[in-house]
């Protein structure tokens, strides 16, 4: 086998297991999904996976950071995206119901939180580093959007993302339709 074939192949392992370690998480948690319920779903041994990753945290630290940075994409590409002529009701609107209903991503995003809220020290500063992150590029965002003058975009953008994390619950508890329609119409109303 060749250098870069072996490259390769250890790309893809780390890959497999990051994939399957995130949909265990999403199904079971983080504290009830084990190593060896990783390397089984992947189809390797413990000894294979110990390889890859020696601990169980190094695995959730990486899908953390696979998680983040896919959110914190998805708001960067929002950003850009956003043309003259869209109405800012329509863009909150998309972004409220695309972040918040993404089921896999929303249950694997609430498992993480709780782990970082309950034992996991340095989850929580990668996730206190995120919040801050998407906070600006939101706001950055709404005055791009909105645009203007009277508004406190960093309070409105505050409100935005504990929105979207209480959305992601309700939206996973099966609650009352949320008025996705309605908060965005307000929320661009706002000045």
Do not use: C
């Not at 074939?5 to 399957?20: A, G, K, N, P, V």
């Not at 206190?128 to 003058?149: A, F, H, P, Q």
């Amino acid at each position: 086998m060749s250098l870069e074939d072996t490259e390769s192949h250890l790309i893809s392992t780390r890959q497999s297991i990051l994939d399957e370690a995130s949909k265990l998480i999403a199904q079971k948690g983080v504290k009830n999904t084990s190593l060896a319920d990783i390397s089984k779903e992947v189809g390797i041994s413990k000894g294979t996976l110990y390889y890859y990753y020696s601990t169980k945290s190094d695995i959730v630290y990486d899908i953390a950071d696979i998680h983040l940075k896919q959110i914190t994409e998805e708001l960067l590409s929002w950003i850009d995206n956003i043309e003259h002529n869209i109405a800012s009701e329509e863009i909150l609107r998309v972004v409220f119901e695309k972040i918040s209903t993404a089921e896999t991503r929303g249950k694997l995003h609430l498992y993480l939180i709780s782990d970082a809220v309950t034992s996991n020290e340095p989850l929580k500063q990668r996730f206190r580093e995120k919040y801050k992150e998407w906070r600006i590029t939101l706001e950055n965002g709404l005055r791009k959007v909105l645009k203007t003058r009277t508004a406190d975009y960093g309070v409105l953008s505050s409100i935005i993302l504990a929105a979207l994390d209480g959305f992601t619950i309700q939206w996973m508890l099966g609650v009352e339709e949320i008025p996705i329609d309605g908060i965005a119409n307000l929320l661009s109303k706002v000045d």
